[in-house]
């Protein structure tokens, strides 16, 4: 039994690497966005990408679903997108008697890998209406709910809060996202890379080398990693911190801080730090995967208040100054 | 052995490890603060005495507190979980003993926690406890040590509490002992009569003295420099009243010459003013009751009234009154100046009295003194435990012959009497063998000394004042004393050599004056009368102790 799940992690772990050596054929020098978009796959939620326009935010996600032998769908967020325009809607058809029936027609939410292209450019409206989708994975139009296929996983792409044209995500729908990335400019070498790449012929196309089942499968072998408590507290007190005006707050957290992260801060946590333990060949999760990965899982968790806004407060900031007075067990 | 086992018992041994290592951590750092305060105290001493009392409860405290800090270090043992963590800490294990540990209480079956638990007992399996809980003398152990050798080196080091003054002006706490304190009594009880009788400012003066000098405010060196002052009062009084004894002699002798008052008279020669006050007050009583009174009475008080020495104006007045009362044949004038002279005869005996009291008291303050010095010096050469604190600091050894600051010295007199033997060279010193105070001016003259210490000088052996006579005490100056004082003799030799070759001007002058002294103004006193006037602060008794005291000493040439 243990050979075999030794065998287990041995899988898991190549699969993972080449998934990630494909999307590396086309994007270069985004390793931990890649890491980062897989874990959120394996751990059955969705990922943001923060980014200015031009970074290959959209072709690191078309990439990722090149290699990955599910269906893709985009979506571009625009101000006047409606939410029938991605969930689908019931239109009228006749039947070969010439009846006129109300058929469902779905959307582009419909697939298994979901790229919301910019998504803060569409209204909050449309924007809530993922959130079933993202969570429950199911869509609901009129009074019929349809079951979409797993794995069902939403990247979403937003540009800097700042730009204009640009509507704030709710809060209900960040903490849907497993983790937010921020896509930061390539270095140099990356850029020769990329131009290398991109400006000559033969550009380089990934393999799908992964389907959905086989990634249900990692998915279950992400479950079945064993935490102790020890470093489950861990990853709660660093969650508990977070909340204002509590005996576990940090002081950042009282003064800056309008909401904390939810319970699905920690499960994020916990489950993003069982794939980084497989990643790294060991069953057990350590406080320094739960660590690597606390910033990305609750940054957009973690609500400013007016005081922070003002003094441009970075979450990162406080996130940082949690993690380094929170004693590790 | 299982996974589990050997889990466990890697834990105990780390754990084991991890709290010798703590415990040696703790018990350097609190031994070298302690260590510390107890240097630190150490070295207060060496300046400060802080006596036997202070020093026994600051170590008492010491120790408690030591053994306090020791039980409270021991503390709990390390838990295995606290031991886990460490071995993550320390091997960089990433949690992963933390996390075995906690499965293993856990008796979960789950084939992914067997296998956590079988890689972590191979990992544990690989550890070298011993090097990652090596045995480290952290530094704090080399600064208890470092302190340690030098609490040890003070502790042991030749140098006395109190060694190095830092407050030289400072008066030391005197704890006297039992029998000083009754003669700070008897003292006291003294004074206050003499005051009853005739207050004087000798008596303020020394009642002062004496109230510093039994709370301890004056250091006994300065209470015997006071003394000195307070004695000159003294003598100057002791003058008085020999004149005035003198003239109630003569008084006397006069008085005699009558029938009336030849009792009256022969009272005043025998000293006995009491009986001769009386006497007068019943002729006063008989003349009021009108007897005749004789003839040759009114001669007998007019000669009388002629002694009008210092302190008998009052007595002479009112015999010259008697007389002129007689020669007017007025008896009540004659009976209010018999009455009146036996009033003033009454007054001049309170007057003696008081003299003689202050006499005696002062003679107790010596052996007060000496008592006080003599203790510091048993104390300092025998080290007895006396109380710390009746030893003064930067104190040497006195001895009753010792050269310090106020110690008496050969042919030392007092400064007041008719001193003549001057200038003369401390080899050749001798004591004079006669009263007179012959050779006492040379402690006024010797270079270096003091000649207002000349009283507390001798005081290490003799009191002075007529009226006391205590025992000889010969004990002092024998064995190791006199052979420390041969040294110092044989320094203070040199040291006056140099110096008498350039004689100070002071000195001269001091000698001019000595020369000048109204006391040494010829006088047709009686050889008795001189010896009561100038009296020698060597008594006749102790005369041949001393002198053979310094042929003892004396260097070969």
Redesign the interface.
């Known amino acids: 039994?243990?050979v075999e799940?030794?065998q287990q992690i041995e899988l898991f772990q190549r699969r993972f690497n080449l998934v990630k050596t494909e999307v590396s054929k086309v994007i270069v020098g985004y390793d931990e966005i890649i890491d980062g978009i897989l874990m959120g796959l394996l751990a059955r939620g969705h990922v943001l990408l923060e980014g200015v326009p031009g970074l290959g935010k959209t072709k690191l996600v078309q990439t990722l679903s090149g290699a990955l032998q599910l269906r893709f769908s985009r979506i571009q967020f625009t101000p006047d997108l409606m939410p029938a325009d991605i969930t689908g809607t019931n239109v009228i058809q006749q039947n070969d008697a010439g009846e006129k029936l109300l058929q469902f027609q779905p959307g582009p939410l419909f697939g298994n890998i979901i790229l919301a292209d910019e998504i803060n450019r569409a209204t909050p409206k449309t924007q809530s209406a993922l959130l079933e989708a993202m969570q429950e994975k199911t869509v609901t139009v009129g009074k019929e709910s349809y079951q979409l296929e797993l794995p069902f996983f939403v990247l979403a792409t937003q540009n800097p809060l700042e730009m204009e044209g640009t509507y704030p995500l709710p809060e209900a729908q960040l903490d849907r996202f497993f983790m937010k990335l921020r896509v930061d400019y390539p270095s140099i070498q990356s850029m020769h890379i990329i131009l290398n790449r991109t400006t000559r012929t033969g550009e380089p196309m990934p393999e799908r080398v992964l389907a959905g089942p086989q990634i249900l499968e990692m998915r279950e072998t992400v479950l079945?990693?064993?935490?102790?408590?020890?470093?489950q507290e861990y990853a709660v007190r660093l969650v508990l911190a977070t909340h204002p005006d509590t005996p576990e707050a940090h002081a950042m957290t009282n003064q800056y801080v309008r909401y904390g992260a939810s319970p699905r801060g920690a499960q994020a946590l916990v489950l993003g730090g069982k794939i980084r333990a497989l990643l790294h060949n060991?069953?057990?999760?350590?406080?320094?995967?739960i660590r690597a990965i606390t910033l990305s899982v609750l940054r957009h968790r973690v609500l400013l208040n007016f005081e922070g806004e003002a003094e441009q407060i970075e979450t990162d900031a406080i996130l940082e100054a949690i993690l380094r007075d929170t004693p590790e067990? | 052995m299982s996974d589990r086992e050997i889990i466990i018992e890697s834990l105990a041994k780390a754990g084991s490890r991890i709290r010798t290592n703590r415990l040696i951590g703790r018990f350097a750092r609190a031994l070298s603060i302690f260590i510390a305060i107890a240097v630190f105290v150490t070295a207060v001493n060496i300046f400060i005495p802080l006596g036997r009392t202070v020093l026994g409860a600051f170590w008492v405290l010491w120790l408690l507190a030591l053994a306090a800090d020791v039980v409270r270090n021991l503390g709990p043992r390390t838990g295995l979980?606290e031991a886990a963590?460490d071995v993550d800490r320390e091997a960089r294990l990433?949690?992963?003993v933390?996390?075995?540990y906690?499965?293993l209480n856990q008796n979960?079956n789950?084939?992914?926690?067997?296998?956590?638990i079988?890689?972590?007992a191979a990992t544990v399996r690989g550890l070298d406890i011993r090097g990652l809980y090596p045995r480290i003398f952290p530094p704090a152990s080399y600064i208890a040590a470092g302190g340690l050798v030098l609490l040890v080196a003070l502790n042991f080091a030749p140098i006395e509490p109190g060694a190095i003054d830092l407050f030289p002006s400072a008066p030391p706490e005197i704890d006297a002992p039992l029998e000083t304190e009754e003669l700070f009594d008897e003292i006291e009880e003294l004074l206050d009569r003499a005051e009853e009788l005739q207050p004087s400012q000798s008596i303020e003066e020394f009642q002062a003295l004496l109230e510093s000098l039994e709370n301890s405010e004056v250091a006994l060196e300065e209470a015997e420099q006071q003394m000195e002052d307070v004695e000159s009062l003294i003598d100057e009084g002791n003058l008085t009243v020999a004149g005035i004894l003198e003239g109630l002699e003569e008084v006397g002798e006069d008085l005699q010459q009558s029938e009336d008052t030849q009792m009256a008279g022969q009272g005043l020669i025998e000293g006995n003013l009491g009986e001769a006050a009386s006497e007068l007050e019943e002729l006063a009583e008989e003349i009021s009751a009108g007897r005749e009174p004789a003839s040759d009475l009114d001669d007998a008080l007019r000669e009388a009234a002629g002694n009008r020495r210092p302190g008998l104006e009052e007595l002479a007045s009112q015999l010259e009154a008697g007389a002129a009362g007689l020669d007017s044949e007025n008896l009540e004038a004659v009976e209010q100046a018999l009455v009146g002279s036996a009033e003033s005869l009454n007054q001049l005996a309170n007057i003696i009295e008081s003299q003689r009291l202050q006499n005696e008291a002062a003679a107790r303050m010596d052996a007060l003194q000496d008592a006080l010095r003599e203790a510091q010096a048993e104390t300092e050469i025998s080290e007895i435990d006396l109380p710390d604190d009746l030893i003064t600091p930067n104190d040497e050894v006195q001895t009753p012959f010792s050269t310090g600051e106020g110690a008496p010295q050969p042919g030392e007199g007092d400064g007041t009497g008719n001193e003549e033997t001057t200038g003369q060279d401390m080899s050749e010193l001798d004591l004079p063998s006669e009263s007179g105070g012959e050779g006492g001016a040379q402690a006024g003259e010797a270079p270096g000394q003091n000649p207002e210490n000349l009283n507390a000088d001798a005081n290490g052996l003799i009191p002075m004042g007529y009226g006391y006579s205590p025992e000889i005490n010969e004990g002092a100056a024998t064995s190791l004393e006199v052979q420390l004082q041969e040294e110092l003799v044989e320094v203070m030799l040199d040291e006056i050599a140099s110096e008498t070759e350039e004689e100070p001007q002071e000195l001269s002058s001091r000698r001019e004056a000595s020369a000048l002294d109204y006391r040494n103004a010829p006088s047709d006193l009686t050889p008795a009368q001189q010896g009561l006037l100038n009296p020698d602060r060597i008594p006749r008794e102790y005369q041949n102790l001393i002198k053979e005291y310094f042929e003892a000493i004396r260097t070969e040439q």
């Open positions: 039994m243990i799940l030794d079945a990693v064993p935490i102790a408590r020890p470093v060991r069953v057990h999760v350590s406080a320094e995967d067990p | 979980s963590a990433k949690d992963e933390v996390s075995a906690w499965f979960a789950n084939p992914w926690i067997d296998l956590q079988r890689r972590a």
